[in-house]
């Protein structure tokens, strides 16, 4: 992850190997400052938690997708949205990110990449070994209250290990845009 720092703007670039993965771009739109976009508290089961803290940056993106037949009739359509949450971890950048079907309103999403495509991924480079790993199992549990704009969770995952058990997450976040 590469976070880079313009006049008006900041950007958070995510690289595989010399590819760029994911860039996304965040600019100043407002002379009234913004001290915290949220909260986010994670816990691991072999390594040291992120205590909770307001210093988190983030986006919401939620795509609406139609599959239309010849005939312009609708046959299949769907949600989709990505939470991506940006903090620090022991002095490093530290990303979070959930990708599910779905809106930020509904109230579960299973992080199950069998069958569903949902999964949670986070990125440290403090410990390349569960860095980039996609959850194999988890669940994240939505407020029925949350927005385009606002969303909170509750979340657990487990990250496969070759080196030993599966690495359990758990925590919450609150990210608010608005």
Known sequence: ???TQAENSFTITKMRGDDVA???TFKHVSETAQKSFGKLAVNFANYPQLAETNQLCGVIATSYVEAKDSNNETLTSADATVVRLTSQYEGSPFE???TFGGKPSDLLASLSSVGTGN???LETSLYPEISQLKSDSGMLKLDWDNTD???EAEFNFDL???TFKDEEV???FEL???
């Open 160 to 162: 496969p290990l070759s």
């Open 22 to 24: 994911a860039t996304s």
């Open 176 to 178: 608010k845009l608005d």
């Open 119 to 121: 999964f949670a991924q």
């Open 149 to 151: 704009t606002h969303i």
């Open 96 to 98: 979070l990110s959930f």
């Open 170 to 172: 758990t925590g919450n």
């Open 1 to 3: 992850m590469v976070l």
